[in-house]
T-cell receptor, first 113, second 112 residues
Framework: DADVTQTPRNRITKTGKRIMLECSQT?????MYWYRQDPGLGLRLIYY???????NKGEISDGYSVSRQAQAKFSLSLESAIPNQTALYFC????????????FGPGTRLTVL | SQQGEEDPQALSIQEGENATMNCSYKTSINNLQWYRQNSGRGLVHLIL?????REKHSGRLRVTLDTSKKSSSLLITASRAADTASYFCATGQRAGSYQLTFGKGTKLSVIP
């Protein structure tokens, strides 16, 4: 969905490096989410944000941090990347009054060597 | 842990045939959704069915929900090669809840 963009689309890094993944949206949605997807598995929620001042941990937040710079921007950081953080990362958004349906970005494929 | 479990894990059919995928879940829900993911891309919302609904249609898609059996099915009629993708069910436990719990998905291959 072109309304939700993620950068970079692909990233290869080394163990111990700090990595930031960025998400921007033009949908005007208040709620934003970060998920990771591992091969053969569904999506697992890392962090979510209801607005700029409201950030919450998801199911698997250890090793990750986030920043909501503006309504339209939500960044995910790996402070010290490790190999088991190799995955496909997705950002998603939803409307505050229709939070059931989420709109996903194209994903960032991260490889940690 | 995953709330939804799709079945089968993989499905291969000929173009023009119908494809049926199933999803089972464990706890009570407010709604169940189906998403499609083309290889390596983001998920796209297909259809949402609420717990008080039994069947819903959208184009070639038909979704059923049986809350007594905690299961749902997604039927794609007259499949096309472009339907080749992974399909995920996701459950929402509360109305307006932010949190969706995704299953592991069914990988559908439609052979031209």
């Amino acid at each position: 969905d072109a309304d939700v963009t993620q950068t970079p689309r692909n990233r290869i890094t080394k163990t111990g490096k700090r990595i930031m993944l960025e998400c921007s949206q033009t949908k005007g949605h208040d709620r934003m989410y970060w998920y990771r997807q591992d091969p053969g598995l569904g999506l697992r929620l890392i962090y979510y944000s209801f607005d700029v001042k409201d950030i919450n941990k998801g199911e698997i937040s250890d090793g990750y941090s986030v920043s909501r710079q503006a309504q339209a921007k939500f960044s995910l950081s790996l402070e010290s990347a490790i190999p088991n953080q190799t995955a496909l990362y997705f950002c998603a958004t939803s409307e505050i009054d229709r939070a059931d349906t989420q709109y996903f970005g194209p994903g960032t494929r991260l490889t940690v060597l | 842990s995953q709330q939804g479990e799709e079945d089968p894990q993989a499905l291969s059919i000929q173009e023009g045939e119908n494809a049926t995928m199933n999803c089972s879940y464990k706890t009570s829900i407010n709604n169940l959704q189906w998403y499609r993911q083309n290889s390596g891309r983001g998920l796209v919302h297909l259809i949402l069915i609420r717990s008080n609904e039994r069947e819903k249609h959208s184009g070639r898609l038909r979704v059923t929900l049986d809350t007594s059996k905690k299961s749902s099915s997604l039927l794609i009629t007259a499949s096309r090669a472009a339907d080749t993708a992974s399909y995920f069910c996701a459950t929402g436990q509360r109305a307006g809840s932010y949190q969706l719990t995704f299953g592991k998905g069914t990988k559908l291959s439609v052979i031209p």
